[in-house]
Each structure stands twice: as structure tokens, then as C-alpha cells.
């Protein structure tokens, strides 16, 4: 079978009880809830309550604090980040001959020095500061688009649609995609495909647009024949601060 390749889909507050694996009623999670029956389901979990502990954390394998990122979320235009220094999970995999991608809100400084493509990634397409609008669109280290002309409404369906080219581009070598979703935080937002469809209200619509991406890669992992090479795992940062457990 030769060495897996790894995905990492990061949601951003879901809450445990926003799927239907988990008891959820009201929104419809199809491609998780088959993906938590056919694999491992984890019922108790630990993380950060911030963004950007828990994605310093997650990335290093460290407490935050060791790594000087526990205080609270990094804001727009900081000049903080992570520490070129530590050792990121990509960096590991890429010394391993791995390809590797970010996708989505970074979230561990804005600095060209800081940014993932300096800390392990060979790709980048995302916001790398806080959450929907309040940072310019990179590709590489690159601004694309600058914050306020981004249509934040399509920000799922772009961010699925480089995680499924850059499988498609990598199926024939070992990759680590990093797939970090800024949904379902507020402020929120859903393509036209998913509005108003949920009955638990927008909140409902990002989680289900959220959960059609996951399918989206589960799919394309299947159509190149990388269902038994590779390992899959989905989580969320922290939980849900507007949607009460069951």
C-alpha cells in the first residue's frame, strides 16, 4: 500500500451536537455521519476555546503556551505568529517526501515568514487571519483578493474546490491536505445552494454546506482510488457558542 496520505478537515466552532452523529435533528450531516459509521467516533475530546491556540497547538503538537500563542486569537494585521523555529506537521511530512497543501484560515500570523508556506507547505489558498472578511485572500503568499471585495457567500464552495484539484494534481504521490474551514463561525455565510435550505436557520445552511464539502473530497478521494490509502480525520476547533447541547 506504500506510506497513507493524510486529510485534515478543521471546522471552526461545529459544535458535537450540530451533526447527526452526534444527535443533531434539525440539520442534515449525511457525508459525516456515514464517515463517523464506518470509521472511529470520538466522544471525548479536549482542545483550546480559541482559534489560534488550537491551531498552534494542532499544528505542533505543543501547548500553546510553550510555543507563546495561548494568550487569545491573533487579530488583523498582527505582527505575531508562529515561530518559524517550531516544527510544523508539514514540515515533518514534507521531510518524508509528501506533498503537502493549506486551505482555508490559517489563523498563526500574517507575515510572509509566518505563513504557511513557510512553515511546511508547498500550497496555500485562504484567509490566514481571523474569520469571514477580516483578512485579504492569499494564494501562496500572494494577496488575490483584498478584504471586502471577497465574496465571503462562495467561501466553502472555493475552498472545496482547491482541496479537490489539489488531489486530483497529487493522487500519484503521498500528500497532506490541511483543509481548514472557517464555517460555521459567525459572522455566517452560505452559497445560494444552501441558503435557507436548513431548518436550524443559517447556522443550519454553513453546517450543511460544510458537510456537502466533506463529501466533495470524500469523492474525489474515491474516484482516484485513494479510499484505502488514506487517512481521514474531521474536527472542530472549539464548540458551538450559539447552539445549546442536547
Same mark, same amino acid.
Given at each position: @500500500? *506504500?506510506?497513507?496520505?493524510? %486529510? $485534515?478537515?478543521?471546522?471552526?466552532?461545529? /459544535?458535537?451536537?450540530?451533526?447527526?452523529?452526534?444527535? =443533531?435533528?434539525?440539520?442534515?450531516?449525511?457525508?459525516?455521519?456515514?464517515?463517523?459509521?464506518?470509521?472511529?467516533?470520538?466522544?471525548?475530546?479536549?482542545?483550546?476555546?480559541?482559534?489560534?491556540?488550537?491551531?498552534?497547538?494542532?499544528?505542533?503538537?505543543?501547548?500553546?503556551?510553550? @510555543? *507563546?500563542?495561548?494568550?487569545? %486569537? $491573533?487579530?488583523?494585521?498582527?505582527?505575531? /505568529?508562529?515561530?518559524?523555529?517550531?516544527?510544523?506537521? =508539514?514540515?515533518?511530512?514534507?521531510?518524508?517526501?509528501?506533498?503537502?497543501?493549506?486551505?482555508?484560515?490559517?489563523?498563526?500570523?500574517?507575515?510572509?515568514?509566518?505563513?504557511?508556506?513557510?512553515?511546511?507547505?508547498?500550497?496555500?489558498?485562504?484567509?490566514?487571519?481571523?474569520?469571514?472578511?477580516?483578512?485579504?485572500?492569499?494564494?501562496?503568499?500572494?494577496?488575490?483578493?483584498?478584504?471586502?471585495?471577497?465574496?465571503?457567500?462562495?467561501?466553502?464552495?472555493?475552498?472545496?474546490?482547491?482541496?479537490?484539484?489539489?488531489?486530483?494534481?497529487?493522487?500519484?504521490?503521498?500528500?497532506?491536505?490541511?483543509?481548514?474551514?472557517?464555517?460555521?463561525?459567525?459572522?455566517?455565510?452560505?452559497?445560494?445552494?444552501?441558503?435557507?435550505?436548513?431548518?436550524?436557520?443559517?447556522?443550519?445552511?454553513?453546517?450543511?454546506?460544510?458537510?456537502?464539502?466533506?463529501?466533495?473530497?470524500?469523492?474525489?478521494?474515491?474516484?482516484?482510488?485513494?479510499?484505502?490509502?488514506?487517512?481521514?480525520?474531521?474536527?472542530?476547533?472549539?464548540?458551538?457558542?450559539?447552539?445549546?447541547?442536547?
Amino acid at each position: @500500500v *506504500g506510506r497513507p496520505n493524510f %486529510v $485534515l478537515i478543521l471546522a471552526d466552532d461545529l /459544535g458535537y451536537a450540530d451533526l447527526g452523529c452526534y444527535g =443533531a435533528t434539525d440539520i442534515r450531516t449525511p457525508n459525516l455521519d456515514r464517515l463517523a459509521k464506518e470509521g472511529v467516533r470520538c466522544t471525548d475530546f479536549y482542545a483550546e476555546n480559541v482559534c489560534t491556540p488550537a491551531r498552534a497547538a494542532l499544528m505542533t503538537g505543543a501547548y500553546p503556551k510553550r @510555543v *507563546g500563542l495561548h494568550r487569545a %486569537v $491573533l487579530p488583523p494585521n498582527t505582527t505575531e /505568529g508562529l515561530h518559524p523555529d517550531e516544527i510544523t506537521l =508539514a514540515e515533518l511530512l514534507k521531510g518524508r517526501g509528501y506533498a503537502t497543501a493549506a486551505i482555508g484560515k490559517w489563523h498563526l500570523g500574517l507575515r510572509p515568514e509566518v505563513l504557511p508556506t513557510a512553515q511546511g507547505f508547498d500550497f496555500y489558498f485562504g484567509l490566514p487571519g481571523p474569520n469571514h472578511g477580516a483578512s485579504d485572500l492569499y494564494r501562496g503568499t500572494e494577496v488575490i483578493e483584498k478584504r471586502g471585495a471577497i465574496d465571503l457567500d462562495q467561501l466553502t464552495q472555493r475552498y472545496t474546490a482547491e482541496a479537490v484539484r489539489f488531489i486530483r494534481e497529487h493522487q500519484d504521490r503521498p500528500f497532506f491536505l490541511y483543509l481548514a474551514h472557517s464555517a460555521t463561525h459567525v459572522p455566517r455565510f452560505a452559497s445560494a445552494s444552501f441558503r435557507g435550505k436548513s431548518a436550524a436557520g443559517l447556522q443550519g445552511d454553513m453546517t450543511e454546506e460544510l458537510d456537502w464539502s466533506c463529501g466533495e473530497v470524500f469523492r474525489t478521494l474515491h474516484e482516484c482510488g485513494l479510499d484505502d490509502n488514506t487517512v481521514v480525520l474531521f474536527i472542530s476547533d472549539n464548540g458551538n457558542h450559539d447552539r445549546p447541547a442536547p
